[in-house]
């Protein structure tokens, strides 16, 4: 990595989740440069990478580096492509992170560019941990391919996946964090509450959550099994409540960002 440089277009939180995932997998670029509208967001980005040179209101200076990523949200996409079209070299590649703006799309856009590709990253990523689902355009070769998966892998797992189904992940994968962080803070509360300390909370929520994961996707038994298998439920009364919950904010969210 350490004469490829590394661009990004906008520098908000998964510039930074990316970048800490490269920085303690030790990859070094011959230079990082990050562009954001917001100061605030190019201060935090110094304060957690003084070697990146951040660039305020001046997305040319990230897409003119080898290996770009756009981290802006849908909305914000088209102008900044608009912006940096032309400024793209020949060799570079696009990684956009976005859903809902298709390949085709982002390569008309950028006048015809095609060595694009689209990934759908997820916070884990941070510390190696990520499941980052990947679609390329056809145009890339199998030797691009596998030099960027090499890159991508310091984040965890990257598949290759149909790109139609590139939201579906953005809702399960990159989303799915969210669905229980707050549920693991609240219990850590609780221990702490019950008089454990800090350490042995964050210890057996850690191995609880762990476990839970591999008896459910491992043991081999149903789902409702494993949910059999401890009969005593506190929450019970309000699960049924949560579950609609899920369907009735996740399925508009799904048919928001289709393309
Ligand atoms: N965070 C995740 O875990 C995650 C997971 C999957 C996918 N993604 C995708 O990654 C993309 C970025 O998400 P994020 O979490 O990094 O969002 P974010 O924290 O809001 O960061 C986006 C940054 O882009 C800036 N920005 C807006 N317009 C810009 C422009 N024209 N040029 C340069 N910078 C501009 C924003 O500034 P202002 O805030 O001032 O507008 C903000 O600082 C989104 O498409 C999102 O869906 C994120």
Same mark, same amino acid.
């Given at each position: 990595?350490?004469?490829?440089?590394?661009?990004?277009?906008?520098?908000?939180?998964?510039?930074?989740?990316?970048?800490?995932?490269?920085?303690?997998?030790?990859?070094?670029?011959?230079?990082?440069?990050?562009?954001?509208?917001?100061?605030?967001?190019?201060?935090?980005?110094?304060?957690?990478?003084?070697?990146?040179?951040?660039?305020?209101?001046?997305?040319?200076?990230?897409?003119?580096?080898?290996?770009?990523?756009?981290?802006?949200?849908?909305?914000?996409?088209?102008?900044?492509?608009?912006?940096?079209?032309?400024?793209?070299?020949?060799?570079?590649?696009?990684?956009?992170?976005?859903?809902?703006?298709?390949?085709?799309?982002?390569?008309?856009?950028?006048?015809?560019?095609?060595?694009?590709?689209?990934?759908?990253?997820?916070?884990?990523?941070?510390?190696?941990?990520?499941?980052?689902?990947?679609?390329?355009?056809?145009?890339?070769?199998?030797?691009?391919?596998?030099?960027?998966?090499?890159?991508? !892998?310091?984040? +965890?797992?990257?598949? *290759?996946?149909?790109? =139609?189904? $590139?939201? %579906?992940?953005?809702?399960? &994968? @990159?989303?799915?964090?969210?669905?229980?962080?707050?549920?693991?803070?609240?219990?850590?509360?609780?221990? !702490?509450?019950? +008089?454990?300390?800090? *350490?042995?909370?964050? =210890?057996? $929520?850690? %191995?609880?959550?762990?476990? &839970? @994961?591999?008896?459910?996707?491992?043991?081999?038994?149903?789902?409702?099994?494993?949910?059999?298998?401890?009969?005593?439920?506190?929450?019970?009364?309000?699960?049924?409540?949560?579950?609609?919950?899920?369907?009735?904010?996740?399925?508009?969210?799904?048919?928001?960002?289709?393309?």
């Amino acid at each position: 990595m350490k004469n490829r440089s590394l661009g990004f277009v906008g520098g908000g939180r998964v510039a930074r989740i990316i970048l800490e995932g490269f920085r303690r997998k030790g990859f070094e670029f011959a230079e990082v440069v990050v562009s954001d509208v917001s100061e605030e967001a190019l201060a935090r980005i110094r304060g957690h990478y003084p070697g990146a040179r951040t660039c305020l209101g001046d997305n040319k200076a990230p897409a003119a580096c080898d290996l770009i990523f756009l981290a802006l949200h849908p909305p914000a996409c088209g102008a900044a492509l608009d912006e940096i079209r032309g400024i793209l070299r020949p060799e570079a590649v696009l990684i956009s992170l976005a859903p809902k703006v298709t390949i085709v799309r982002l390569s008309e856009r950028l006048g015809g560019f095609s060595r694009v590709v689209r990934m759908i990253p997820n916070a884990p990523s941070l510390v190696g941990a990520g499941y980052n689902p990947v679609a390329f355009s056809l145009t890339l070769e199998d030797r691009d391919r596998a030099a960027i998966t090499g890159v991508l !892998a310091a984040l +965890g797992e990257c598949p *290759e996946v149909p790109e =139609k189904d $590139l939201e %579906a992940y953005a809702i399960l &994968a @990159a989303m799915g964090p969210t669905y229980f962080w707050f549920q693991w803070e609240e219990l850590e509360r609780l221990g !702490a509450g019950f +008089g454990l300390s800090s *350490e042995e909370v964050r =210890k057996a $929520l850690a %191995a609880t959550v762990s476990g &839970a @994961a591999q008896a459910y996707f491992q043991s081999g038994l149903p789902a409702e099994e494993v949910m059999d298998l401890i009969p005593v439920k506190p929450l019970k009364d309000d699960e049924e409540d949560i579950r609609s919950k899920y369907r009735l904010r996740l399925n508009p969210l799904y048919d928001k960002i289709k393309p």
